[in-house]
């Protein structure tokens, strides 16, 4: 069984054992309750979002699979590393924009929380424009 759950960890990134872990301390002596999330894996996604990394399956992360709350958990955690990225408004994502191909990805943002990103962005308004440019950053930063 464990085998099973451990699976669903892969790809999450560098955090992954303290995850595995902090899962396993959670539902690992409880078979029922562990048994329950393996049969309903987006509980096991829901539990990794909340837990502040990316929800990550045999797969491959999917985030167009992913909730609105779920991918505001993931923006969420990693604000401050978005905020590095893009800026605090229009103008600084424009200049970021200008500049993408002497850009680099802030350390510790993960593909995933950029994919994540992306598709919050396809999801919510974006009266200002702002977003619209943010798309743009990281569709060059997620073909790299």
Do not use: C
């Not at 924009?97 to 396809?122: C, F, H, T």
């Amino acid at each position: 069984v464990d085998k099973e759950v451990i699976e669903k960890f892969s790809k999450v990134g560098e955090q992954s054992d303290a995850i595995i872990k902090n899962f396993w301390d959670e539902f690992g002596e409880n078979q029922e309750k562990l048994q329950r999330l393996i049969d309903n894996p987006s509980l096991i996604d829901a539990w990794i979002a909340k837990n502040g990394v990316s929800a990550v399956g045999k797969e491959g992360f999917n985030a167009a699979s992913k909730t609105l709350p779920e991918l505001h958990a993931i923006a969420k955690q990693n604000s401050a590393l978005f905020r590095q990225l893009f800026g605090t408004n229009e103008k600084g994502a424009q200049e970021v924009l200008d500049n993408i191909k002497n850009i680099k990805v802030p350390e510790g943002l993960s593909k995933e929380a950029m994919q994540a990103y992306r598709e919050l962005i396809n999801r919510v308004g974006d009266p200002r424009g702002t977003q619209a440019i943010r798309a743009k950053i990281l569709d060059e930063l997620l073909k790299r």
